[in-house]
C-alpha cells in the first residue's frame, strides 16, 4: 500500500526547484494520504475537535469502584417488608428517639420551627 502511495505522488511530482515551492493543495493531499494510512484524522484547519478528550479512558468505572457499596440498613429492610406486616425492630433508632424525647423534656431540644410566613415587622428587627 505505501508503494502505490509513493507511487502516486512521483508521477505527478514536478522537477524540484529550490526557489519553488510546493502549492497548499499538493500539501493537503499528502496529509490526507497520510491521515488514511496511519488512520488518524484528517483536519487541515486545525479546529478544535474533541478528539484527545474523547480518546482518553473512561474515569466512570473507576470512580465508581473506588467508593464502596452501600449497605443495606434497617430501615431499608422496613420499607420492603413493611408491606408484608413483618415488625422490624431498630435499636439504634429507638435510642436515638427516647434520647430526643428526654431532651424536648427537659427543654433542651431543637426549638420549634415557625409555622408563618416571615412578616414586614420581622424584617425590620433584624436590622
Partial sequence: ??????????KSATPCNDKMSVPRARL???VK??????????????????NK???QRL?????ATYYPRKNVGIRELQKEFGTLGLEVDDEVDDDRLEHLAALRARDKGAPKKKRTAPS???AKKKK
Wanted: hydrophobic share 50%; aromatic share 10%; net charge positive.
Fill in 59 to 63: 474515569k466512570g468505572p473507576a470512580l
Fill in 28 to 30: 493537503l493531499q499528502l
Fill in 120 to 122: 414586614a415587622a420581622d
Fill in 1 to 10: 500500500m505505501l508503494l502505490l502511495f509513493l507511487a502516486r505522488f512521483r
Fill in 33 to 50: 494520504a497520510r491521515c488514511e494510512l496511519f488512520s488518524t484524522t484528517f483536519n487541515p484547519e486545525g479546529i478544535r475537535t474533541g
Fill in 53 to 55: 478528550i474523547l480518546r
